[in-house]
């Protein structure tokens, strides 16, 4: 069998994407628009972006910077963070806007959800508005109860919020971010939709190329730690089922995170991985791995926007088969970032 030695896919967009604000933009904005058209960007900023005329704003401020970088053919698409109180009203701005959905942190899951939903119960109003507009709802799926085991959250949210909710809003578009655990996979793989386009998920390269143990390899790995926490071995081996079978339910979300090296490397270190440097290079590796880069341009291009109605992109990229050496470091407005695998080898290379 001949060896594969360059892939050219369609254009691919990220659908689950974190970019922060400020000055940060300039430094991380440049490595996701040189793979990416598109990318669902997060919310959860401070203050989070909770109405229309905020994610307006935030909008304006990505703009401005890719012009000030000179970067064209790149398009934020704006998310809402949900909350107890997020009016229903709000949701009939969201169209208009061109607002891509709400994102759903449950309080206290992850960076910079304090003030995410408490009882997904306060928001029954607002979802029902959503699930007749046809605005999708984003979910960072894990329980955050003290008395839940940090590796068991993802599977409990399935049974005691994902499940009800999909049995009280049928219609709803529901997009289980980031999952992390077989029970995940086979969940969306499996679920009930009336033959509609109702479920969807994201799925890192982090979660596709390591297990858990890759927090503590030969000590604490700070800048391998994100939310939801990586798994055992046989949710990673799921998570590679989920992504390379063909199924138009999963499609790629990078979560790339950026936080200074110094808040990694802390006594309470953030959560997030910094994957926007390589990522199509990360995944790219998992579905050579698997044997399946017949499958790598529709989990990269097609499902995604297939799911969200939008256009396939009609621009291509190639990856060519050379190993690119990952930066020990990065700059990041006056400090640095640590990127995913950093001064080590990625097999795959952006064609520039």
């Given at each position: ?67 000030a ?94 499940e009800?909710?999909?049995?009280d ?19 969306v793989r ?38 939801p ?20 339910r ?20 953030c ?74 080898t ?7």
């Amino acid at each position: 069998m001949t060896a594969v030695t360059s892939i050219t896919l369609t254009q691919p967009d990220d659908w689950h994407l974190h970019v922060r604000d400020g000055d940060v933009l300039k430094y991380v904005l440049p490595h996701t628009a040189k793979q990416f058209a598109r990318a669902i960007i997060m919310p959860n900023l401070r203050p989070p972006v909770t109405t229309v005329a905020l994610a307006n704003a935030y909008r304006g401020r990505i703009e401005a910077q890719l012009k000030a970088s000179g970067i064209t053919g790149f398009t934020p698409l704006m998310t809402l963070y949900l909350t107890d109180n997020t009016p229903a009203e709000e949701v009939r701005k969201v169209r208009e806007a061109g607002v891509a959905g709400f994102k759903l942190y449950p309080a206290g899951a992850t960076t910079n959800s304090d003030a995410g939903v408490t009882n997904i119960k306060h928001c029954y109003a607002t979802l029902e508005a959503m699930q007749k507009e046809g605005v999708p709802l984003l979910m960072h799926g894990e329980v955050t109860h003290a008395e839940i085991d940090v590796f068991d959250r993802e599977a409990v949210f399935i049974d005691t919020i994902l499940e009800p909710l999909r049995r009280d809003f049928p219609e709803l578009k529901i997009v289980f971010e980031h999952i992390t655990t077989r029970q995940a996979a086979h969940y969306v793989r499996d679920a009930h939709t009336n033959n509609k386009n109702t479920l969807a998920a994201t799925i890192t390269p982090q979660h596709l190329l390591m297990n858990r143990n890759a927090i503590f390899a030969g000590g604490i790995r700070p800048h391998n730690y994100c939310l939801p926490v990586l798994k055992r071995e046989e949710h990673r081996l799921a998570l590679v089922d989920a992504a390379t079978s063909g199924n138009p339910r999963f499609f790629l979300g990078t979560d790339s995170a950026p936080h200074a090296k110094g808040l990694k490397e802390n006594s309470c270190g953030c959560a997030g991985c910094y994957t926007a440097f390589n990522a199509l290079g990360l995944y790219a590796e998992v579905f050579e791995a698997a044997n399946q880069l017949n499958r790598f341009e529709a989990f990269a291009s097609f499902y995604g926007p297939d799911f969200y109605l939008m256009p396939r992109n009609t621009k291509t990229i190639t990856l060519h088969k050379v190993a690119q050496k990952v930066p020990e470091e990065l700059p990041l407005a006056e400090t640095v970032v640590v990127p995913l695998r950093a001064g080590e080898t990625i097999a795959w290379s952006l064609a520039e």
